[in-house]
């Protein structure tokens, strides 16, 4: 077979996974409303993936303060309880394994998607940035909105929002859930308390390095402790700076949240890397630091070709590999890789971002 590592099994911190392909997480903005409750229409989309040795979900609110974008799901209501239920009996039904991503956007919101005023580590504003609502439009497109000014967080709100994530975290084990990927990047919370632009704070919060990675790691230390140091996994992105997110310390940053990440034991670190066309390519040094400093399994998303995942888990820099657009048009795409088949496009960029049927959702044709 080509791509013998790719098909490998691979124990995840007990968790059995048939492959190494990872489902990567893609915001779909499917969730019924109002409430915000995922539905069978999104345990079809999941359940067609099922082939992923493991799947992360879409990015899940963990309160409505934490929402930025129109019909995104949450996980604080018993109602999206029991919606996701339906989505995990799926998955594993099929034999797959499932966490979910648990999400707070901060900043990157405006009242018009939740009606709260964005909070923040420091009440700047991300220049340049957008999110979306759907207000209408002839053809059911999203519509683009600017991001608002944000509150500068308090203490109360740090303990508030430490307390959503781990409430977060046993909502999705009660839910069936595996296990719950931290969401720690892409411009969102915590990556914001991360990068020395957006964290202006001098209480213990900001300033330094230390104090910058203080959030992820209480975060962290909070939802291993609650359900399971095996069951939690973090995403970062060190080499992404959209949403106004350039900081020249981050990967002196990442790497010190590494060394105490891997204190905790936790399952693993989720590198979401640029994957669009001239994005620049993390260099191996930085793979071979982050090895070195992380014990436990390191995932890889970002545009790979099987080649490309291929040689990364033989020279044992990565463990798993995320494809995100390859599983949104090609819901076999394990198979397809297998027998070198053609790959379906993405047949409709309206439906991206929301639609109520299944157009551009769970319509993409298997290989024959």
Known sequence: ????????????????????????????????????????????????????????TEAVQVSLQGKGYAKTPGIYSQQQIEGWKLITDAVHQNGSKIFLQLWHVGRVSSSRVNGLQPIAPSSLIAQNTSVYIFDGAPN?????????????MNKTDIDIVIKEFV???????????DGVEIHGANGYLIDQFLRSNSNRRTDEYGGTKENRIRLLIEISRAVANTIGKEKTGIRLSPFISFKDMNDPEILETIMLAAEQLNKLEVAYIHLCEADWDDAPQIPSDFRIKLRETFKNTIIATGNKTPEEAEKLIKENLVDLIGF??????????????????????ISDTHTLFGGGTERGYTDYPFVS
């Open 1 to 56: 077979m080509k791509y013998q590592k790719l098909f490998q099994q691979y124990n995840l911190s007990g968790n059995h996974l048939e492959n190494r392909f990872l489902m990567a997480p893609m915001t779909r903005s499917r969730a019924s409303q109002p409430g915000d409750i995922p539905n069978v229409l999104m345990a079809e989309y999941y359940a067609q993936r099922s082939t992923a040795g493991i799947i992360i």
């Open 140 to 152: 059911g497109d999203a519509t683009f909105v600017p991001v608002e000014e944000p509150r500068e």
């Open 167 to 177: 409430t977060g975290a046993e909502n999705a084990i009660k839910a069936g859930f």
């Open 324 to 345: 995100g657009r390859h599983f949104l048009a090609n819901p076999d795409y394990p198979a397809r890789v297998k027998k070198n088949s053609i790959l379906n496009d």
